[in-house]
């Protein structure tokens, strides 16, 4: 069904080597950006800035920035934003 709320779960893995799965919940459509931050605010990856329409979303992260280059190891932020909804969340990269 729908989701009823806009989500951004915890990803899994997490620790992760060498990606991850994130899920989030999208309640209407919307203009959608997930983008990956190092721990110094950088954005390193933008996985995903697309309309969705309403559904259950699952996107893979391989670990890479975008220029296509593995990161470190190391605490990384992941953030969904839309024009009401606004979530981050942390994840750790193991190797």
């Known amino acids: 069904g729908v989701p009823?709320?806009?989500d951004l779960f915890q990803?899994?893995?997490?620790p992760f080597n060498p990606s991850t799965s994130i899920q989030?919940?999208?309640p209407k459509s919307s203009n959608v950006t997930l983008r990956i931050f190092n721990v110094l605010g950088r954005e390193i990856r933008t996985l995903l800035d697309t309309d969705l329409?309403?559904?259950n979303y699952k996107i893979?992260?391989?670990g890479k920035d975008?220029?296509?280059?593995q990161v470190a190891s190391g605490v990384y932020f992941y953030q969904m934003k839309t024009s009401e909804?606004?979530?981050?969340r942390k994840m750790i990269l193991l190797y």
Do not use: M
């Open 4 to 6: 009823s709320s806009f």
């Open 24 to 26: 989030f919940n999208v």
């Open 85 to 88: 909804f606004q979530k981050t």
């Open 60 to 62: 893979v992260w391989d």
């Open 66 to 69: 975008n220029q296509n280059q």
């Open 11 to 14: 990803n899994y893995p997490n």
């Open 53 to 55: 329409s309403a559904g």
